[in-house]
Structures are given as structure tokens and as C-alpha cells.
């Protein structure tokens, strides 16, 4: 199956500053890329989905301006969290989906994020 | 809009014991269905899937899903759960294309001896 491969796995910042989360697909191109946040012990939210040389769309409630992502490639997409605060800890994780594999959405391996 | 509901947020079997895990959705077309297994701090680990064709699909690790369109269900099984089972399952919807799955609440495992 495709891989997609997504870095940092963890990361510790502090409060105020910004971090820079990758999302890569390694063996295939994807138009479009999700990203999703998930709390302990909770499912996976939909942020926002990611699309190549365009703007990103936005679910309802998630702040475009603190979430920046950019598509700049077919195999690239990243999120930025901007001025993080604590609130902003969370796990995400990104996906891309691609119709050479039946359409299967494939994920990264998770960004734990912790603000302190 | 698309739903998934895991009625079960938390299910404890004794290793060797069958599983069922509980998958309902709410989807106007023939769904693309998912099962996801994720463990503590890791990413997402396809099980099984189910776009078309025969309604009992086989997946990785001993697991299978059956799709019931009468019922709105994708339930997963497998005859006898391993210590290493112990996890948190998602059940996710999808349609065609490059659109984003929907996901259940999940539902963790736990196994004991």
C-alpha cells in the first residue's frame, strides 16, 4: 500500500511559538490531504482538507489563521500552529487518499503536540 | 450528511474469547467503510475495507467485517482476541474520491488474561 509519512512524531514548544507539522506521500500523489486533531481518548475531527496550489478549506470552527496549511506539491502538504498555547496540545494526524489504491485513505503516523 | 455511530465506547474480553465490535452509519449511497486500529500514541492501522462485491470482507490480524445494508451496519469479528488486540478500533465512512472519512467515536478493547 501507499505510505504516507508525516514528521514530526512529537514535538515540544513553548508557548507563543509556532510549529511546523509535514505531511508527505511517499509512493503516490495526492491532490488532496487531510488533516485531523485528535484528544486523548477521543476520535478524529476533521481540521481542514488540504488541496495542492490552492487555498485549504476549513471545517467549521477551526481558526484559518492559527492552522495554516500549505499544498505547495503533489507529495507535500503542512500545518503550521501559530502562537500556540497549551489548548493547542493535541495529536494530528494527516491523510491522503489517492484512486491508484480503491480510493483507501492512507495516514500519517501521528504529531503529538505539547505546549507548554 | 454522513455518520458513523460505535455504540460501544469501551469493550473488555478475555484473550481467546470472539470479538464483536459495533459500527452503524448514516450515508445516502453505498458507503465505503473503513476499520481503523490505532494504539496509544500511534497513528492509524487499516484492519479491513469495504467498497463493493462480498459483504464479508477479510482484513489483517484475523479480522473481518460484514456489511449489512438492511441494517446500516459494518460490524468487525474475530474468533479468538490476543493480548495484542488491546486497542482503540474506529469504524469510518466514506464516499468515492478525495473527500476526508468520517469517523466513529471508537471503541477501545481491552484484553485480560
Known amino acids: 500500500g501507499a505510505v504516507v509519512s508525516q514528521h514530526p512524531s512529537w514535538v515540544i514548544c513553548k508557548s507563543g511559538t509556532s510549529v511546523k507539522i509535514e505531511c508527505r506521500s511517499l509512493?503516490?500523489?495526492?491532490?488532496?490531504m487531510f488533516w485531523y486533531r485528535q484528544f486523548p481518548k477521543q476520535s478524529l475531527m476533521l481540521m481542514a482538507t488540504s488541496n495542492e496550489g490552492s487555498k485549504a478549506t476549513y471545517e467549521q470552527g477551526v481558526e484559518k489563521d492559527k492552522f495554516l496549511i500549505n499544498h505547495a506539491s503533489l507529495t507535500l502538504s503542512t500545518l503550521t500552529v501559530t502562537s500556540a498555547h497549551p489548548e493547542d496540545s493535541s495529536f494530528y494526524i494527516c491523510s491522503a487518499r489517492s484512486s491508484g489504491y480503491d480510493t483507501e485513505a492512507f495516514f500519517g503516523q501521528g504529531t503529538r503536540l505539547t505546549v507548554v | 450528511a454522513q455518520s458513523v455511530t460505535q455504540p460501544d465506547i469501551h469493550i473488555t474480553v478475555s484473550e481467546g474469547a470472539s470479538l464483536e465490535l459495533r459500527c452503524n452509519y448514516s450515508?445516502?449511497?453505498?458507503?465505503?467503510l473503513f476499520w481503523y486500529v490505532q494504539s496509544p500514541g500511534q497513528g492509524l492501522q487499516l484492519l479491513l475495507k469495504y467498497f463493493s462485491g462480498d459483504t464479508l470482507v477479510q482484513g489483517i490480524k484475523g479480522f473481518e467485517a460484514e456489511f449489512k445494508r438492511s441494517q446500516s451496519s459494518f460490524n468487525l469479528r474475530k474468533p479468538s482476541v490476543h493480548w495484542s488486540d488491546a486497542a482503540e478500533y474506529f469504524c469510518?465512512?466514506?464516499?468515492?474520491?478525495?473527500?476526508?472519512?468520517?469517523f466513529g467515536k471508537g471503541t477501545r478493547l481491552s484484553v485480560i488474561a
Open positions: 450515508y445516502g449511497a453505498t458507503p465505503y
Open positions: 469510518a465512512v466514506g464516499e468515492a474520491g478525495n473527500t476526508p472519512l468520517v
Open positions: 509512493d503516490f500523489q495526492a491532490t488532496t
